[in-house]
């Protein structure tokens, strides 16, 4: 989709399996599930949807999916399902991982950065070797010392290697890329969130991360089990669908594996999604 100069587009990196309580908190399975079916393990299916955002010089990818060299009991729990992986899906744009100018990390966990470097030899290397890696200052002493309950979602291997090969840019509040490209700051699912909104031609995307992981998780309501700050979430989550109602924007749901994208209505009280668009 082209808005004024810049263009966007979402690319694949892969799908994975979550627990679907988790993923929906006190929501009930008996409402959850007529959303997105689970499995008999209880696990519902989950996109890894990258944006590629391509202008005034500049090739940009936000998030970088889970990535490969997971071990056996790893590959068994979210039973990954790379395809062609990230790597095919850029080489579709036209792309290889060299040409990537910057990353938006919107925060570290496993599904979201994981693929930010490939396993070589007996450790690992960048992906994107002539990248700017963008992360909150908040996120990245976060995803270094996490508590108890969010330890398992960081691999602390994955991560130090952005700072060891100097590719990192540390940010401590919302920042622009470039004219058009606004970061937006929450911090209810984890520290240092960030969300990538792309502006022009009098439109918007805007990716949601895991402020609103699929679509099913419009409701004000429904927030994961995985938030470190549920009702932190529920005031951040409702604030930005009000802007995206009154300014039209168009979501880009990183985890959906049914819907892409697509608008928000208000109806009395309630967000709803409106029809599916592909960008």
């Known amino acids: 989709m082209r808005l004024g100069n810049w263009e966007v587009t979402p690319c694949l990196a892969g799908k994975f399996k979550l627990d679907g309580g988790a993923m929906f908190g006190v929501v009930p399975k008996t409402i959850w599930s007529k959303l997105i079916p689970a499995d008999e393990d209880n696990r519902i299916p989950m996109a890894l949807r990258t944006l590629v955002i391509r202008g005034y010089g500049k090739a940009v990818i936000v998030d970088s999916g889970g990535g490969g060299g997971w071990d056996e009991k790893l590959e068994k729990i979210y039973q990954f399902e790379r395809g062609e992986g990230l790597s095919g899906s ?4 036209g792309l290889i991982p060299a040409d990537i100018t910057d990353v938006i990390v919107t925060h570290l966990h496993f599904d979201h950065g994981g693929g930010l470097v490939t396993p070589s030899g007996d ?3 960048l992906t994107f070797p002539n990248a700017v890696h963008h992360v909150h200052e908040d996120q990245w002493k976060h995803a270094l010392s996490p508590n108890p309950r969010d330890r398992a979602s ?5 991560i130090e290697i952005l700072e060891r090969e100097n590719v990192l840019a540390m940010h401590d509040a919302g920042w622009s890329l470039a004219p058009g490209l606004d970061i937006l700051i929450v911090n209810g699912h984890t520290p240092g969130q960030q969300l990538a909104k792309v502006s022009g031609g009098g439109e918007t995307v805007c990716y949601c991360a895991d402020l609103i992981p699929t679509s099913a998780h419009i409701p004000i309501p429904y927030v994961m089990a995985y938030d470190l ?3 932190l979430a529920m005031e951040e989550k409702e604030r930005f669908l009000a802007s995206a109602v009154a300014e039209s924007w168009i979501l880009c749901f990183e985890h959906d594996p049914f819907k892409e994208a697509c608008r928000i209505a208000k109806e009395g009280r309630a967000y709803k999604a409106g029809e599916t668009i592909m960008l």
């Open 154 to 158: 960081y691999f602390r291997e994955r």
């Open 123 to 125: 450790g690992w290397s």
């Open 229 to 231: 700050n549920p009702v």
């Open 90 to 93: 850029l080489g579709a744009l």
